[in-house]
């Protein structure tokens, strides 16, 4: 039986040497970058935001007319929700029919804001369209006030909401 042995071939550079030749890399060009740091980009792009948009005078009319129209069909519909529900609360707070009405009125003021929601376009003028959103606002807030049972917070946000009636009604040129 022959043994054979394995002879070693030297590469000629070992890894520490290896290891070493890569360090000083690194540091002769960490030395460079710190000695010519890179001089930022200078701002070639001028960015200009663009003018609002403009409606002519017969589409802010027909805006506002469609705003006011939706406000006055979702005003309606809350304040009916609202008699209903407070005249079945009057007989009972924890009676079946006051909780449905009650629900009612919940649901309808919801609808009504989102309707509302979806008539308001960015050509309805802003002296309609300031007023429409702070009633919106306001209804949200009383109806969670409602939910959350406080109900000095839901006198204060139907108020609030109440007070903008006359506001709309003349900027609309309803009633």
Request: hydrophobic share 40%; aromatic share 6%.
């Amino acid at each position: 039986m022959t043994t054979r042995y394995r002879r070693r071939h030297r590469t000629g550079i070992t890894a520490a040497t290896a290891a070493f030749v890569v360090a000083v890399g690194a540091v002769v060009t960490s030395g460079l970058a710190l000695a010519h740091p890179v001089e930022p980009s200078r701002h070639t792009v001028n960015v200009v935001p663009s003018p609002p948009p403009t409606y002519s005078s017969s589409a802010t009319q027909a805006a506002k007319a469609a705003a006011c129209s939706a406000w006055d069909r979702a005003a309606r519909s809350t304040a009916l929700a609202s008699r209903s529900s407070a005249e079945a609360l009057e007989q009972s707070w924890t009676s079946p029919e006051s909780l449905a009405a009650l629900a009612t009125e919940k649901r309808t003021g919801m609808a009504a804001v989102s309707y509302l929601r979806t008539q308001l376009t960015h050509a309805t003028p802003a002296s309609t369209a300031i007023p429409l959103h702070d009633w919106m606002a306001a209804n949200i807030d009383m109806l969670h006030a409602l939910n959350m049972r406080q109900w000095d917070e839901t006198a204060r946000e139907l108020k609030r909401g109440n007070d903008l009636i006359d506001v709309i009604t003349f900027e609309c040129g309803l009633r």
